[in-house]
């Protein structure tokens, strides 16, 4: 059952990147009845699936406020989770639509608005401590899903590997530790699947993987 529980550390008005900060603010005062906030992750912390994508989209997830929701981005994901039971539904329209993720879990590798989509390396260094304490959360036995080599890369780093240990390759799969692997895909961004660098298919199948794997 989909909860908002965080995190033990996660800080709602966390503006430890001065710049995303400053930009967010800006961001609310010209959308007012915009989240405009550190994004929260999504689904219950006891999740053995945790999606990692890059940052909230501005008119999606930044805009209410749960990762992959409002924008084009999210399109493919829900559809794709709820093709293999990680969703209660196949369309995340708000974050009180009453979608619920089932033993899955959404977070981004950075939880505020970028400008640009764009966010710097310091900024994703100062985000990871909440990546690694959603992977910390994690029971045994758990998948993470890297959507993009932003993604992938700061996994690795939440848990202190190597990143040229484990490449990052779409469909890649990687075992960090005894008990957690890691998939790699491509992002699921409107670009990428418009020129069909991503396609239904290919993420279908990056699924496919991990549903078999917990089932098992
Ligand atoms: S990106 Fe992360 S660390 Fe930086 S201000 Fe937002 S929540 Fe805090």
């Known amino acids: ?58 008119h999606g997830a930044n805009a209410t406020g749960r990762p992959f929701t409002g924008d084009y981005a999210g399109i493919l994901l829900y559809k794709t989770l709820h093709a293999f039971g990680f ?34 390396t310091g900024e994703i260094d100062t985000c990871n401590r909440y990546l690694a304490s959603e992977l910390a959360a994690m029971p045994p036995a758990g998948f993470v899903v890297a959507l993009g080599t932003i993604a992938h890369r700061a996994t690795l780093k ?7 240990a484990y490449p990052f390759g779409h469909g890649a799969e990687h ?6 692997r890691l998939i790699d895909s491509y992002h699921c961004s409107r670009y990428n699947t418009q020129t069909r660098r991503l396609t239904e298919a290919m993420f279908e199948d990056v699924f496919r993987t991990v549903h078999k794997y917990l089932a098992a």
């Open 175 to 180: 075992q960090l530790k005894d008990d957690l």
């Open 1 to 58: 059952m989909e909860t908002h529980a965080q995190t033990p550390c996660f800080d709602l008005s966390c503006r430890l990147c001065a710049r995303l900060a400053a930009y967010l603010d800006t961001v609310r005062a010209e959308h007012p009845d915009y989240y405009a906030k550190p994004v929260p992750s999504f689904g219950d912390p006891g999740a053995r699936l945790l999606i990692v994508g890059l940052a909230p989209g501005k």
């Open 87 to 120: 969703a209660s539904e196949p369309v995340s329209t708000s974050a009180d639509d009453g979608l619920a993720l089932i033993d899955c879990r959404i977070t981004n590798a950075v939880r505020c608005l970028p400008p640009g989509n764009k966010p710097e």
């Open 158 to 164: 939440a848990l202190g590997l190597r990143l040229s």
